[in-house]
C-alpha cells in the first residue's frame, strides 16, 4: 500500500517516524506493508532527520495524483491548496486522511461530497482533540444512540495558558510562549486564543454528535485574550477555575425528541473546582459525551503535539488501508437530521457578575431591580470590600443569553455602579450522570 504525505511540520515529521518505527507492525495490522511514495514540502533545501531525500518534492499536486499512491495524508494545514489537493486525491480514486479541522469545519461538506462521489474514504480523527480517539466513537460506536450533549476543552494551547494563569500566576504572554515552544500552539497563535481552532472542533463534534450540517461559522466562537487575572482571581473566590469550553448541545423543544434545535458555542467559563473538567491541566483536552441511553461519557488524553497526533494520523491510516484491502469503504458522513444552529441569545447559561459599586443605601435594589426587569433570577449574590473599595458579586440562575446580556448593559448605565469589572459564564451545574 503505497502513502503520499503532505507536509512534514510538527505532525508530518512524526508520522514519517512512526511509519519507518513500526512498520512491521503496521504491516502485519493491515495485511501489506504501508510504503512512503513522496512527501510534499515547501522547503526541500531543508535537512530532515530520518527522511529519505529521494522521497520529497514540492510537487504536492503531481504527487496525490500519481498511479502509484493509494492514500493519502494530508498534514499541511488551512484552506488551499489543502482542499484541491485532497479533492484530487479522491478523484483520482485515493482515499484521505487529514488533521485539518480548519478545513473540515469551513467546508467539510464539499469533501464529503466528493468521498462520496468517488467511493473515498475520508477519515479525521486527529482533527479535534489531537490524540483521544472521540470522532470514530462518536461517528461508529455511538451511531445507534441519542446525543444530547458534547462538553469538552479540545484546546490545549488555551488550556496551558489558563492553567499556568491559574496555577502560576503567569502573565497570559509568557504563558503563550511556552504553549508555542512545547508545539502546541497553531503557527499562528490567533487560532487558539481567540477561538478558532476550538470553534472549528465544536463544529466538527456537533456535526458528528447530531448529524446535522454545523460549520465554523455558526458555532458562537470567544477567545481567551479578554481573560484578566481578576477573572481568574473571581473564579478562585467562587471556587471554581477558568477554561475554554466548547459545547454542543441539542435543545430540547417541548414535543420532538429531536429538539428545537442545536446550540453550538465556545466561549472562556467558570465551572467548579470539583468538576472533572477543572482538573484538566496543562495542555490536556477532556471531552464529556452525554447520550440517551450510554449516559456519561469521558475522554481525555493529549489533544496536541507532534507525536500523540500522529498516533491518530496512523490509527486512520490503517482504518483506511484495511478498508483498501477489503474492497470496502468505510462510513460516509450522513447529516439528515438538519437542525437548526439557534442563535447565542437563546442558549440558556448563567453569569458570575463582578462590579465596582458605590457603597451606599439602595445600590443593591437597583442591582437587583437591573436583574429583575430582565426576568433573570439571582442565586447569590455577596458584598466585598467597603466605602471606595466596595464590589458585588453576582451569580445568576439559568437564563438565555440575551437575557443576560441585556442586564449586563444595564448595570452598566446605572450611577451606583462604576465599573462592570469582570463577567463571565458558569457552566458545570449538570454534572455528569
Ligand atoms: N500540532 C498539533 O498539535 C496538531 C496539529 N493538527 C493539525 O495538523 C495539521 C498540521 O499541523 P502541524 O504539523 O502542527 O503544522 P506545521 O506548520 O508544523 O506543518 C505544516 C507543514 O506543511 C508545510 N506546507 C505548507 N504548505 C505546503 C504545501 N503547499 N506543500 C507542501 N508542504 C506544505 C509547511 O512548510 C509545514 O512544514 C494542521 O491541519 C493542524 O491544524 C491537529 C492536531 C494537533
Ligand atoms: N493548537 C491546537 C493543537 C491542534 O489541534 C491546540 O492547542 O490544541
Ligand atoms: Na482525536
Redesign the pocket.
Known sequence: MRVAL?????????VVRLLREQADDLAARVGTPLELAGI????PE?VRAGVDPALVT?D?QGLVTRDDVDIVI?????IE??RT?MLEAMKTGKSVV??????LAEDGATLFAAAREYGADLYYE?????AIPLLRPLRESLVGDHVHRVLGIVN?TTNYILDQMDSAGAGFNEALEEAQSL?????DPT?DVEGF?AA?KAAILAQLAFHTPVTAADVHREGITEVSAADVAGATGMDCVVKLLAICERVPSDDGRNGRGVSVRVYPAMIPRTHPLASVREAYNAVFVEAESAGSLMFYGA????A??AS??LGDLVAVARNVVGGTPGPVEVTYAKLPVLPMGETVTRYYIHLDVTDEAGVLAAVAAEFARHEVSIQAVRQVGLGEEAQLVVVTHRAPDAALSAVVEGLRGLDSVREVASVMRVEGEETPR
Open positions: 503532505l507536509g512534514c511540520g510538527v505532525v508530518g515529521s512524526e510534499a514540502v515547501r522547503r531543508r514540492t504536492a494530508e498534514v499541511i494545514g488551512g491548496p489543502a489537493l487529514t488533521a485539518n479541522k480548519a478545513l486527529a482533527s479535534v482533540a489531537g490545549g508545539g502546541y500552539a497553531e503557527a487560532a481552532d472549528a489533544g496536541a503535539g507532534g500523540p497526533t491518530a494520523v
